[in-house]
């Protein structure tokens, strides 16, 4: 639920999904730290004390922003969990250090049900030799727990791909939709047709049939829950014939995860940078290159990933006058810099489009202009005032002149 409280509305979550987060990530300290990344590298907010967390994770109303990303991070670790794991297995040295970065030593031992008494693997836990025939337990229940949590991380994100790629297949001609996949699953991969055909059904089924669980990692079983229906069959059936339809038509609009025939060379192209006139944001953050010419280098590559060609545009030379080349430094190679982060700043604070410093200069000068001339109208020629205030404008015109030389 939520309220429009006097600054700002606050939230509150379930703490059934707290419960179910807590399985995963074993420690509330944990999911504040992976939260709290966010909040970190945004440049206009700052990390939220722990306090804070804590009480959302007990189910009290806090600002929906905390929430939303708590609920964000449950998503993701439901649908991608292997990135918020160890990126490897355990190791035979220092499996402790290891297993540190999942649980405590009583949650393990808990877990895992060791024949160590708790004093002896809270020792061994804590960098204190065991007896090797302990140890070697040890290593083989963290093993075969491993492997059980790596079987349910495959079946949550295969889940997870046949949902991406359906999602993905509402869009027009998408690198990563359903046709694409298959085209280079059948085409460019050679899997055969009645195996494609199986995967494309099951990765449906598991897609639309089945509600994924978050990792229970004290439990590490298979996270997807079928969801009943009288209509399976019909569906399944459906899906293969979608298949079909779609191997029948050569894939259409499929893109390849190869690369077409393209021009390889690159190209140069020479420009001028501007001056301050041409910044974007409230600094004159380009002083530098104000005025240089700059010979940049510019080539096609392929994205595989993506599956598109990127052009690739690099400065090489930068000229005072367009005749004398010399190679451009790390500033120059960097280019004009747009200011995005001090013009979302002033964004932030204010609430309006900056302008950069020439124009916020010369719209103080020509408000000076107009304040004279009005002074001038109202005065009179006759007014002994009247020299001084042209005197004033005539300045004000030169200070225009000077912004803009």
Known sequence: MARLGKERITARMHTNDTEALLRF????????????????????????????WNRALNGKEVWEGIVASIDSLMTDQTAHPRKYLPDAGPPKVDLHL???????????????CFSASQSTFNAWFSGRPMASDKVAEVKDAVDQWWSKVMYACERAEYASLGRELCEASYRE???HGLVSYFYTKVIEEGLDVDNARCLFVDLHDKAFRHHTRLIDLSDPVDPLVPIESVHSDFLRREYGEKFDEMHAQGYPDAIPKGPPPFDQQPWYVDSKWGDRRNEECPKDLNECLYGLWYRSKHRHVWNEQERRLELVLEIVEVSPDGETWLPANERQKQGWDPGTFYFMKHLHETGETPVNAYTRERQEVEAKIRDIKGKIERSGNASGDAASLLAELTSFYREIETLNS
């Not at 300290?29 to 004390?49: G, L, S, T, Y």
Request: proline fraction near 2%; aromatic fraction near 14%.
């Open 25 to 52: 990530n074993v420690t509330k300290q944990r999911i504040v730290e992976i939260c709290n990344r966010d909040f970190e590298d945004d440049p206009f907010d700052e990390a939220k004390d722990y306090s804070t």
């Open 98 to 112: 290891w297993m540190k970065q999942i649980g405590g030593a009583t949650w393990w031992r808990d877990v895992l």
């Open 173 to 175: 001609r998408h690198a």
